[in-house]
């Protein structure tokens, strides 16, 4: 029988220890079984670390593999509310008695938390156990038990104030000043993007912050519903997500509806979903690998969330997930292609593979291996460029983007932009976009496709003071007053390009040269 508990959290006890030593709170695999002092010295790189450009030879796992492990490496995980100043060495002796630890790492939002995994789930138990749970009379009770815990020191005064905070893993993106900084110290534009992907990417502590999130709402939500799981979906799990991007989460009711009386009902529910998270599963499984694509779809992602082409409020603008599949659909137009077509995949599928929903084939390959690398060599810098052109003179007003097939087709309706969902034939994936954004979409991707084409005639040099390819495209000046003087004889695309080409005369950006001849960049947003 559970326990009950209250659903906010459970507390702790931690004696103070004085003049304590802190290491830098790096993401730290231990070994298990095995004690937590004998490799608390050891540092090594996330596993998720960016190795942009890298070849992995080691076999590939299944995207439901990876989902598996991720899901039962947060089901032995902790959250600990920790105070400020404490001693991370003497903290982690103390949780070991509950078991041997496997990793752990500090994060800092609105406080000082502890992500601690442990190598048994059986170790959860025994910490829940040896706490304390706040009073019932003002505490809500929910049928289950935390895995929130908040840590209270015996001693809080023995704490001097020579004791050094314990410095927690960043988990926010970089400020715009210093990714333009890096944008424009970079070599090429091969490097700024390959650069804002390492940038921007979420980390291996970020990855398990998600997972763990929803392995705690599903805690709750097993208190009512056993069996029912709450699984990530959209950006945290396409290999597409960025630091602070939102955290999408699903009820899976599967398995009650299998048990149910009502399992009709439970998998209509489903059916509306399924679509979708195949589609994130096949585009996983054109990404994982692929560093290039990834850093391609980053670039084009905050291309437009600079010119505001996108946003968090729902409209009738183009999504994130639209400019992802524009961009996949471009590189299966490449010669020789970069990324497969799903009908080719769907050819290379196993019969454990095969996948039909409503009369919908959804089979698609799920094994990495057997998916034949491209031969393409292509550069960054030229397929970033292609990409703008290519959409920059793209029929939308009669053609469908198709990806299953990796080619154009007559538009069957007449939404100013359709994208074919390449599971349910029928439904256009951007039935949302209207005409003047779409046109805004269009003239932006010439005119970025003009300013790096005007970068390769006159590139600017590494001592020279203004931002330069991807770095020029992402600030909110569009085009620098040199384009400016340059395009005289030229009309700007539209009137949206020109009030934002006047914008950047009244608000051009800042530049210095330091002593040693350095560029430092100055931007204002």
Same mark, same amino acid.
């Given at each position: 029988?559970?326990?009950?508990?209250?659903?906010?959290? =459970?507390?702790?006890?931690?004696?103070?220890?004085? +003049?304590?030593?802190?290491?830098?709170?790096?993401?730290?695999?231990?070994?298990?079984?095995?004690?937590?002092?004998?490799?608390?010295?050891r540092?090594?790189?996330?596993?998720?670390?960016?190795?942009?450009g890298?070849?992995?030879?080691?076999?590939?796992?299944?995207?439901?593999?990876?989902?598996?492990?991720?899901?039962?490496?947060?089901?032995?995980?902790?959250?600990?509310?920790?105070?400020?100043?404490?001693?991370e060495?003497?903290?982690?002796?103390?949780?070991?008695?509950?078991?041997?630890?496997?990793?752990?790492?500090?994060?800092?939002?609105?406080?000082?938390?502890?992500v601690?995994?442990?190598?048994?789930?059986?170790?959860?138990?025994?910490?829940?156990?040896?706490?304390?749970?706040?009073s019932?009379?003002?505490?809500a009770?929910?049928?289950?038990?935390?895995?929130?815990?908040?840590?209270?020191?015996?001693?809080?005064?023995?704490?001097?104030?020579e004791?050094?905070?314990?410095?927690?893993? +960043?988990q926010l993106?970089? *400020?715009?000043?210093?990714?333009?900084?890096?944008?424009?110290?970079?070599?090429?534009?091969?490097?700024?993007?390959?650069?804002?992907?390492?940038?921007?990417?979420?980390?291996?502590?970020? =990855?398990?912050?998600?997972?763990l999130?929803?392995?705690?709402?599903?805690?709750?939500?097993?208190?009512?519903f056993?069996?029912?799981?709450?699984?990530?979906?959209?950006?945290?799990? %396409?290999?597409?997500g960025?630091?602070?991007?939102?955290?999408?989460?699903?009820?899976?009711?599967?398995?009650?509806?299998?048990?149910?009386?009502h399992?009709?009902?439970?998998?209509?529910?489903?059916?509306?979903?399924?679509?979708?998270?195949?589609?994130?599963?096949?585009?996983v499984?054109?990404?994982?690998?692929?560093? @290039?694509?990834?850093?391609?779809?980053?670039?084009?992602?905050?291309?437009?969330?600079?010119?505001?082409?996108? =946003?968090?409020?729902?409209?009738?603008?183009?999504?994130? @997930?639209?400019?992802?599949?524009?961009?996949?659909? @471009?590189?299966q137009?490449?010669?020789?292609?970069?990324?497969?077509?799903?009908?080719?995949? /769907?050819?290379?599928?196993?019969?454990?593979?095969?996948?039909?929903?409503e009369?919908? %084939?959804?089979?698609?390959?799920?094994?990495?291996?057997?998916? /034949?690398?491209?031969?393409?060599?292509?550069?960054?810098?030229?397929?970033?460029?292609?990409?703008?052109?290519?959409?920059?003179?793209?029929?939308?007003?009669?053609? *469908?983007?198709?990806?299953?097939?990796?080619?154009?087709?007559?538009?069957?309706? $007449?939404?100013?932009?359709?994208?074919?969902?390449?599971?349910?034939t029928?439904?256009?994936?951007?039935?949302?976009?209207?005409?003047?954004?779409?046109?805004?979409?269009?003239?932006?991707?010439?005119?970025?496709?003009?300013?790096?084409?005007?970068?390769?005639?006159?590139?600017?040099?590494?001592?020279?003071?203004?931002?330069?390819?991807?770095?020029?495209?992402?600030?909110?000046?569009?085009?620098?007053?040199?384009?400016?003087?340059?395009?005289?004889?030229?009309?700007?695309a $539209?009137?949206?390009?020109?009030?934002?080409?006047?914008?950047?005369?009244? +608000?051009s950006?800042? %530049?210095?040269? =330091?002593? %040693?001849?350095?560029?430092t960049?100055?931007?204002?947003?």
């Amino acid at each position: 029988m559970a326990v009950r508990g209250v659903g906010r959290l =459970t507390c702790l006890s931690l004696c103070a220890q004085r +003049n304590a030593r802190f290491q830098r709170p790096v993401f730290r695999p231990l070994s298990c079984p095995g004690t937590v002092a004998a490799d608390f010295r050891r540092e090594e790189q996330p596993s998720g670390s960016a190795a942009t450009g890298s070849e992995d030879r080691s076999p590939k796992k299944r995207f439901t593999e990876v989902q598996k492990e991720r899901r039962e490496q947060a089901q032995r995980t902790v959250l600990i509310h920790c105070p400020n100043k404490i001693s991370e060495k003497k903290f982690l002796k103390y949780l070991s008695q509950h078991g041997p630890i496997n990793n752990h790492f500090f994060y800092e939002s609105f406080g000082l938390y502890a992500v601690v995994e442990f190598c048994q789930k059986e170790s959860i138990c025994s910490l829940q156990n040896g706490t304390h749970t706040p009073s019932m009379v003002t505490e809500a009770a929910i049928p289950f038990r935390s895995r929130f815990f908040n840590l209270k020191l015996k001693n809080p005064s023995n704490q001097t104030s020579e004791r050094p905070c314990i410095q927690s893993s +960043n988990q926010l993106p970089p *400020s715009s000043k210093k990714l333009f900084e890096l944008l424009c110290y970079a070599e090429s534009i091969d490097d700024q993007l390959n650069t804002l992907l390492k940038e921007f990417q979420l980390t291996e502590e970020n =990855t398990r912050l998600r997972y763990l999130t929803c392995s705690l709402i599903e805690d709750i939500a097993a208190a009512y519903f056993p069996d029912c799981a709450v699984r990530p979906f959209g950006s945290s799990v %396409n290999t597409f997500g960025k630091l602070g991007c939102d955290l999408d989460m699903f009820l899976d009711l599967d398995e009650i509806g299998k048990l149910s009386t009502h399992k009709v009902i439970v998998f209509l529910y489903l059916d509306n979903f399924t679509f979708v998270c195949l589609l994130e599963t096949w585009i996983v499984t054109l990404g994982a690998e692929n560093s @290039f694509l990834r850093a391609l779809v980053f670039s084009v992602r905050c291309w437009a969330r600079a010119h505001s082409l996108t =946003t968090s409020i729902p409209g009738a603008w183009i999504t994130n @997930f639209s400019l992802t599949v524009m961009v996949i659909f @471009f590189l299966q137009q490449r010669s020789p292609p970069i990324l497969p077509t799903l009908d080719s995949l /769907k050819t290379l599928a196993d019969a454990e593979d095969k996948c039909i929903i409503e009369g919908n %084939n959804c089979t698609f390959i799920r094994d990495l291996n057997k998916i /034949k690398p491209s031969e393409n060599t292509e550069t960054l810098e030229l397929l970033l460029k292609e990409f703008f052109e290519y959409f920059g003179n793209f029929a939308f007003n009669k053609n *469908s983007i198709n990806i299953r097939q990796g080619r154009e087709q007559n538009k069957p309706d $007449s939404s100013p932009l359709h994208i074919q969902n390449p599971f349910e034939t029928s439904l256009n994936i951007s039935k949302n976009v209207s005409q003047s954004q779409l046109q805004k979409f269009v003239d932006l991707a010439r005119e970025s496709a003009w300013i790096l084409q005007e970068e390769d005639k006159d590139r600017p040099s590494p001592s020279s003071n203004q931002p330069w390819g991807l770095a020029a495209l992402l600030l909110s000046s569009v085009t620098n007053s040199k384009s400016l003087a340059k395009k005289k004889n030229k009309r700007p695309a $539209s009137e949206r390009i020109r009030s934002l080409l006047d914008s950047i005369k009244s +608000n051009s950006t800042e %530049n210095a040269t =330091t002593a %040693n001849g350095k560029r430092t960049i100055s931007t204002h947003t």
